[in-house]
């Protein structure tokens, strides 16, 4: 399987990539960002973009692809929704209908997040705008399109969060994770099985498109 995977450097992709690298069954990864995630390994090719926005001079790179991990993402916080929208809906959607018509046959998954807003049109601005980008994914004619929608995730194996204030919430949290796996095992799950659960998911399918916290981690296990 080959694979497209955008955001390698944020805590989400840093743990998709590992899984990625070690599954026998990937045959090579594509990374695609704005930064070079530093890493080697013989499976592993990057394309540094500069405008996520603009495939054009990179066209011939992006096809002959089976799937496609995208775990670009902002934190809401402090953010405007027009703003927040551009980044997580028009960038999402630039990418992806480029790769859909390189890539029809491949299988799209797409980072998203507990109590997204399907109906678009609820009170919490972040839940909104991902769930018109959801949607809209959805709409794409891909083979399959899985939208995961993870809870809380405890970074495992090295994975840091790029921001330090949240590298420094994870350190202080980090003694909380195994209370919070067994009293609220639903909406937990790690960076190891979100990857794991991802790579299930784009060589089998998943019965729903809307991966939730539990399927993750059951997919993942």
């Known amino acids: 399987m080959n694979v497209l995977l955008f955001g390698a450097t944020g805590m989400v992709g840093q743990g998709v990539l ?3 690298l070690l599954d026998p069954e990937v045959s090579r990864v594509l ?5 070079a995630t530093g890493q080697t390994h013989a499976k592993l090719r990057e394309l540094v973009v500069p405008d996520l926005f603009d495939y054009s001079a990179v066209m011939q790179q992006l096809s ?3 799937a496609c991990f995208f775990c670009l993402g902002v934190s809401s916080v402090g953010m405007k929704e027009d703003a927040y929208r551009r980044i997580t809906y028009d960038l999402t959607l630039a990418a992806a209908k480029v790769l859909v018509k390189l890539n029809p046959q491949m299988t799209f998954v797409y980072v998203s997040g507990a109590s997204t807003d399907s109906s678009e049109r609820g009170p919490q601005m972040w839940a909104r705008v991902k769930g018109a980008t959801e949607n809209a994914l959805m709409r794409l004619p891909f083979k399959a399109a899985y939208m ?3 809870g ?6 090295g994975v840091r969060s790029k921001t330090p204030l949240y590298r420094w919430i994870y350190v202080i949290a980090n003694p909380l994770f195994g209370l919070l796996h067994r009293m609220a095992p639903r909406h937990v799950t790690t960076s190891e099985a979100l990857g794991r659960a991802m790579l299930v998911v784009a060589k ?8 939730e916290n539990a399927d993750i981690s ?4």
């Open 31 to 35: 990374s695609i960002g704005r930064s």
């Open 218 to 221: 059951a997919l993942g296990r």
């Open 204 to 211: 089998r399918g998943a019965p729903q498109p809307l991966v």
């Open 18 to 20: 590992r899984e990625c």
């Open 152 to 157: 809380v995730i405890q970074p495992l194996n």
């Open 64 to 66: 002959g692809f089976d």
């Open 148 to 150: 995961f929608r993870p």
